[in-house]
């Protein structure tokens, strides 16, 4: 019994250990970060929104952070996204990457269509891959796990905003087993 509970302390001592060093590394990138800009952009056309896409690539959405309101005929999400446009930093042979609570608001949209979208579970989060506009009169945003949403706009009009200050992550999507996922499906 007293042989399992050094063992057991041994183990708690470990895993306290490694949060520690993770809490320094990320407390020393907070204090050595430069100050970050937020993005606050707005993507009127096709190529527009190739480029925000490139950037809210992998953001995560938790199921009841999408919204459409008819009457005002918008749709608009809460994302965590990750910041590609932003270098990592190298702290202990880590590397130390970004992530920022962002808002993105479509106008002028007549319908919005569900692909494979379960929005009773409410604990689920949605990995964004990308915003497509390949016609000028509908959007998609593709998620993971073949999940679509599909709007129907008069016009292309969506803006995005950084709603917080970054904050830090010693982990990077990882698109290799996203793909292996994907070729074994």
């Known amino acids: 019994m007293a042989i399992q509970l050094k063992m057991m302390g041994a183990q708690k001592n470990t895993q306290d250990k490694a949060l ?3 809490q320094e590394l990320v407390q020393a990138r907070q204090l050595s970060a430069t100050p970050y800009d937020p993005l606050k952009l707005k993507a009127s056309d096709p190529v527009d929104i190739k480029i925000m896409s490139a950037l809210v690539q992998d953001a995560l959405i ?3 952070n999408f919204h459409y309101d008819i009457t005002e005929k918008t749709f608009t999400i ?3 996204r990750f910041c590609w446009e932003e270098s990592p930093e190298i702290l202990n042979h ?3 990457y970004g992530r920022i609570l962002c808002g993105l608001y479509f106008q002028n949209v007549e319908k919005v269509q569900q692909i494979n979208f379960d929005r009773k579970k409410t604990d689920q989060d949605y990995n964004l891959l990308a915003i497509e506009a390949d016609k000028e009169d509908e959007i998609q945003l593709v998620f993971s796990g ?4 599909k709007l129907k ?3 292309l009009c969506c803006h995005l905003t950084d709603l917080e200050d970054m904050w830090y992550t010693t982990t990077k999507p990882d698109h290799e087993s996203d793909e292996h996922e ?3 499906a």
């Open 20 to 22: 520690s060093q993770k």
């Open 62 to 64: 938790p199921a009841s």
């Open 78 to 80: 809460l994302a965590n």
């Open 94 to 96: 880590q590397k130390i």
């Open 146 to 149: 073949s999940t679509r949403i």
């Open 153 to 155: 706009v008069s016009s």
């Open 182 to 184: 994907r070729k074994s």
